[in-house]
């Protein structure tokens, strides 16, 4: 467990390949400071989810180190550090549950109250409203989301987390334009006050960002920030 986090995070010098044999990160290194939006950006293939699965722990570096507020990633358990992002990820999972189980799914929790205070700011609640049993609505083959919808139920989701840092894979799936702002708006929201890294396909993510990474072949060919690149 990591108390207080912080939410300064660094890259010394990280190697990664899901092979030995062929390197997908190389000696990749960054230093963030907490409340920083970090953009990662790169042509597809580049080694961005990658960057995010390791500092998510999913995988073990070969070289170099991470670490959160100092603390290396070999030294923390991967509850600690799950516990310690919100995360919305490239593909969007639901459960076969209901929308409230999809919502709210740690143990410790959030109120009801809570949920619907959120869902209202994300704009999912009159959606959620519209259909038959409301939140206690069970999703499967019969009930399933759009994916503008999906996205911002996982949007909400990581809100009510309410975890320090922030890992967001924006989905490229196309939404219409009303969606699209509904999700912008719920991602500058999630963003606020949180170390985030954001894989970045939006222009405006971008351009608001303090760091901009851009990845090529699992290395930082450029950084700075929207003015400077
Ligand atoms: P995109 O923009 O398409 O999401 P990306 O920058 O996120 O691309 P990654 O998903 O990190 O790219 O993939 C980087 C490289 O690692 C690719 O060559 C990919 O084939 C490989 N790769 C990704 N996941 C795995 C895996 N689980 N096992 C083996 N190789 C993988
Ligand atoms: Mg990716």
Not at 97 to 122: F, W
Request: charged share 25%; glycine share 6%.
């Amino acid at each position: 467990h990591i108390d207080n986090v912080k939410g300064d995070v660094t890259f010394e010098h990280v190697s990664f390949g899901y092979d030995e044999d062929k390197m997908i990160i190389k000696d990749f290194s960054a230093n963030v400071k907490s409340g920083q939006k970090i953009a990662i950006v790169g042509p597809t293939g580049a080694g961005k989810s990658t960057l995010v699965n390791l500092l998510m722990k999913f995988y073990e570096v070969n070289e170099g180190e991470i670490t959160i507020d100092g603390y290396p990633l070999s030294t923390l358990s991967r509850k600690a550090i799950h516990d310690a992002f919100c995360m919305v990820l490239q593909d969007t999972w639901m459960f076969e549950g209901t929308i409230r189980e999809n919502l709210i799914y740690s143990e410790e929790g959030a109120t009801e109250e809570r949920m619907r205070e959120v869902c209202k700011a994300v704009g999912v609640e009159h959606f959620i409203k519209t259909l038959s049993k409301g939140y206690d609505t069970v999703l499967d083959d019969n009930t399933s989301l759009s994916a503008g919808q999906k996205q911002l139920v996982t949007i909400a989701r990581a809100m009510l987390k309410d975890s320090p840092m922030l890992i967001l894979d924006e989905a490229t799936s196309s939404v219409d334009t009303r969606t699209e702002i509904l999700i912008q708006q719920a991602m500058d929201k999630l963003m606020e006050g949180r170390t985030s890294f954001v894989i970045a396909h939006r222009l405006s993510t971008i351009k608001d960002a303090d760091l901009i990474l851009v990845m090529k072949d699992g290395q930082i060919i450029e950084q700075g920030n929207h003015d400077e690149l």
